[in-house]
């Protein structure tokens, strides 16, 4: 399936990290959301009923990201993932991406970040 939405750039400010500062000061983090769909129904009749909303989209991902704590980027990732997938059947796939501006890492680097793509069962 070539349709996407598409939210990329989401800001918000958590504590998710190994370390226990991480946890006492927070930092930024930045969230992308790439949801795979069959968007010809909503085209075609201009209906937002035949689609997925990206504000709900960046809801879920807030939400997550802002009220609740996890040690990895990886857990906070799939935690989005299976939720947007539990929250819209219409969606085949979605990738999530979190990036770490300030990742406690002993060198000089812009973000570390991870990406993860899950797939319905059934969806190719």
């Known amino acids: 399936m070539s349709d996407h939405i598409r939210v990329e750039g989401i800001a918000v400010f958590g504590r998710h990290g190994v370390l226990p500062e991480e946890e006492v000061l927070g930092q930024r983090f930045y969230l992308g959301l790439d949801a795979e769909l069959d968007l010809t129904p909503a085209g075609r009749?201009?209906?937002?009923?035949?689609?997925?909303?990206?504000?709900?989209?960046?809801?879920?991902?807030?939400s997550?990201?802002?009220?609740?704590?996890?040690?990895?980027?990886?857990?906070?990732?799939?935690?989005?993932a299976?939720?947007?997938?539990a929250g819209?059947?219409?969606?085949?796939?979605?990738?999530?991406?979190i990036d770490k501006p300030s990742a406690p890492v002993p060198a000089i680097l812009e973000r570390v970040g991870v990406t993860i793509?899950?797939?319905?069962?059934?969806?190719?």
């Open 82 to 85: 299976q939720d947007i997938l």
């Open 88 to 97: 819209f059947p219409i969606i085949a796939a979605i990738t999530v991406r």
């Open 45 to 62: 009749a201009d209906d937002v009923a035949l689609t997925v909303s990206y504000a709900d989209l960046t809801a879920i991902a807030v």
């Open 64 to 80: 997550i990201a802002t009220e609740r704590r996890f040690q990895l980027i990886e857990a906070l990732a799939e935690t989005i």
């Open 117 to 124: 793509t899950r797939r319905r069962e059934g969806a190719r």
